[in-house]
C-alpha cells in the first residue's frame, strides 16, 4: 500500500472528480493530493521521519481525511484516537506510543496544555480548528508547497497502531504495516466487483477503526467518490444514498436496525445501492432480510474480520442465498476450527476460529505477554470466536467465547438468544448477557427495547420464545429500556449491560 502513488495516479486519471463529499462540500481528487501533501511537506519540516507516531484525535471530518493520509504518505506511523476519548485517556494512548505530534480537533473537555506538559515524547500539537496557541491545519495548508519527495520506507515496516482497548488497564494497540494494509484491498477484489464509479458512504463509522480506516482505502485505491457522514442519522443516510447514489458501504446491526425504525424508510430512491456490507457484529437472519426489502437491488454482503486480521478477511461469495453464513476466506488467509486443545476439528463441528496469513497483525505494541496470549508460533491467531463450516466451505459465526453462558453445563450463544427475542413483532433491539446465578452457575438476562407505540411484558415474551429456543436458553430476567448502550462503531455496548447485571 503506498498512499502517495495513489494520490499522484487519481490526480493525474480523476483529476476533477469528487474524491470526498462532506457537508455537500466536495474535494476533487486535484485538491485532496495538494492538501495531503501540504500537510505531509509540514510534518516533515517538523523533523518527522518515517517510522515516527503521529497521534490523531478528530471526528470523520475533511482535516481527518488530511491527517490520515499524510501521516501514510511520509510513511509515519498513524495512531488514531477514538473522539470519545477524554484528555486522560489521551495522555495515557500518547506515553504508550510515544507518538511525536497530536493532530487534535479542540474540544472543550479537552485540556491541549495539559496534554502537552504530561507527554514527553510530544514535540508538537496541531489543531483542526483555530485554537490560541497552537498552530491549525489551515494555517499549513494556506502556506505550505504540495511538492512532496517521495519518502524511503518498507511495506513491512510499522504502518499503523490502532487501539481497540486499555484506557486504564493494559493498552492493546495492534501493528500494522503498510502491507497489512493490502488485505482489504485484496479481499474485496476478490469478491467483488467494484471500480472507480462506485459512490462509497461512510456513515458515521469512526476511521480510528478499521471499519472506517478501510473507506479511505477504498477511495484511494479504487478512485471512489466518498460521502462522509460525521454521525450516524437514520434519515440522513437514507438523503444522502439518494442524493448522491451511493452504492457501496457498510452498517452494524443497531444501524440498520435504526433505518427499519423510521417510519418513512421506505420512501426514499435506494435503487443505485450495489452492496451493502452488514458484517462487523453478530446479525439477525430475519433483520437482515427485512432490511434487504428496502434495497432489494442490493447484494447484502456478510463477512468477517478483525482490527487484529486487518479486516475483511471473509465474504459471502455473490449468488450464494444464506445470508447467516460469514462465507468463505480469500486466498491470502487460511482459517481452521479447533477444540479447546488445539485439535482441528471437522465440518459442523463448533470449536474456536483460528486464522492465519497475510492479515495477521504483527502483535500488540509494547505488550509481548498479549500478544503470546492471542498468536501462535506457528502464525495461527486465536480470534476467540466460536464458529463452523459446513459442507460446502462456508463459515459460520455462533459468538463469541466470553458470549458463551454455561447453563447448569449447558452452552448457551447469546447471539441465538437475541435473534430469538428479535423475531417478535413488538421488539425492536435485544441483547442478551451472563449473570450469576447460585444454582446454575450463570443464567441469562435480556434487555429489550420495545418499538414505538407497543406494549410488551416479560410473561408475552416468555411465552413467544418458547417456541423458538430450548427451556435452558430462554432468559430468567428481563430488563425493558428505552435504548441500548451502543459503542463508537455502532455496536450494542454489552461491556456496559454487563456492569449492570446483579446476582441473584
Not at 503506498?2 to 462540500?25: C, G, H, M, T, W
Not at 462487523?280 to 454482503?301: D, E, M, N
Not at 488445539?342 to 509494547?366: D, I, N, S
Not at 423475531?423 to 414505538?452: N, S
Request: charged letters at 25%; hydrophobic letters at 40%.
Amino acid at each position: 500500500m503506498n498512499i502517495r502513488e495513489y494520490l499522484l495516479n487519481n490526480e493525474s486519471q480523476y483529476s476533477q472528480k469528487p474524491a470526498v463529499i462532506f457537508k455537500d462540500k466536495e474535494v476533487s481528487f486535484s485538491s485532496l493530493k495538494e492538501n495531503v501533501f501540504k500537510l505531509a511537506n509540514f510534518l516533515r519540516k517538523q523533523g518527522l521521519h518515517p517510522s515516527e507516531k503521529v497521534a490523531v484525535f478528530l471526528p470523520d471530518n475533511l482535516e481527518a481525511v488530511y491527517s490520515y493520509l499524510a501521516v501514510l504518505s511520509l510513511g509515519g506511523v498513524l495512531v488514531p484516537f477514538d473522539f470519545m476519548l477524554t484528555s486522560e485517556e489521551i495522555i495515557n494512548f500518547i506515553n504508550h506510543s510515544e507518538a511525536r505530534v497530536l493532530i487534535v480537533y479542540p474540544k472543550k473537555d479537552i485540556d491541549l496544555e495539559k496534554i502537552e506538559r504530561s507527554c514527553p515524547s510530544l514535540k508538537k500539537i496541531i489543531t483542526s480548528s483555530e485554537k490560541e496557541g497552537f498552530l491549525s491545519i489551515r494555517e499549513i495548508l494556506e502556506k505550505e508547497s504540495p511538492d512532496f519527495a517521495s519518502p524511503d520506507f518498507k511495506q513491512e515496516d510499522l504502518a499503523c497502531i490502532l487501539y481497540t482497548s486499555g484506557s486504564t488497564g493494559h493498552p492493546k494497540g495492534v501493528m500494522l504495516t503498510f502491507k497489512h494494509f493490502d488485505t482489504p484491498i485484496n479481499c474485496i477484489k476478490h469478491f467483488l466487483d467494484t471500480s472507480s464509479k462506485d459512490v462509497i458512504f461512510c456513515a458515521g463509522v469512526p476511521f480510528s477503526h478499521l471499519g472506517g480506516f478501510d473507506y479511505l482505502l477504498l477511495m484511494s485505491y479504487f478512485s471512489q467518490t466518498l460521502v462522509l457522514l460525521e454521525r450516524f442519522h437514520p434519515l440522513e443516510v437514507l438523503r444522502y444514498i439518494e442524493k448522491y447514489k451511493v452504492s457501496f458501504m457498510w452498517l452494524v446491526p443497531s444501524m440498520y436496525t435504526a433505518i427499519l425504525s423510521l417510519k418513512e424508510y421506505n420512501k426514499f430512491d435506494l435503487s443505485s445501492l450495489r452492496y451493502v456490507v452488514v458484517f462487523g457484529a453478530p446479525s439477525s437472519k430475519a433483520l437482515l432480510k427485512r432490511f434487504h426489502q428496502v434495497c432489494p437491488q442490493a447484494y447484502l454482503l456478510n463477512g468477517w474480520g478483525m482490527t487484529e486480521t486487518s479486516a475483511p478477511n471473509c465474504v459471502l461469495p455473490p449468488g450464494i442465498d444464506k445470508l447467516e453464513s460469514i462465507g468463505k476466506f480469500y486466498p491470502g488467509m487460511q482459517a481452521k476450527i479447533v477444540d479447546e486443545e488445539g485439535r482441528k476439528l471437522g465440518a459442523e463441528e463448533q470449536g474456536e476460529l483460528w486464522v492465519k496469513g497475510e492479515g495477521v497483525m504483527l502483535g500488540y505494541y509494547k505488550e509481548p505477554q498479549l500478544t503470546e496470549g492471542v498468536l501462535m508460533p506457528e502464525g495461527w491467531l486465536k480470534t476467540g470466536d466460536i464458529a463452523y463450516y459446513d459442507k460446502e466451505g462456508l463459515f459460520y459465526i455462533v459468538g463469541r467465547k466470553k458470549d458463551m453462558i454455561k447453563v447448569a453445563g449447558e452452552i448457551v450463544f447469546s447471539p441465538e438468544v437475541e435473534e430469538k427475542i428479535q423475531l417478535h413483532p413488538k421488539v425492536k433491539e435485544a441483547a442478551v448477557v451472563g449473570i450469576p446465578d447460585k444454582l446454575r452457575g450463570e443464567v441469562p438476562k435480556a434487555f429489550v427495547v420495545v418499538k414505538e407505540g407497543e406494549a410488551l411484558d416479560e410473561d408475552e415474551l416468555k411465552v413467544f420464545l418458547r417456541k423458538h429456543l430450548a427451556h435452558f436458553k430462554i432468559p430468567h430476567y428481563f430488563e425493558f429500556l428505552s435504548q441500548l448502550p451502543k459503542t463508537r462503531t455502532g455496536k450494542i455496548d454489552k461491556k456496559l449491560l454487563a456492569s449492570l447485571k446483579t446476582e441473584v
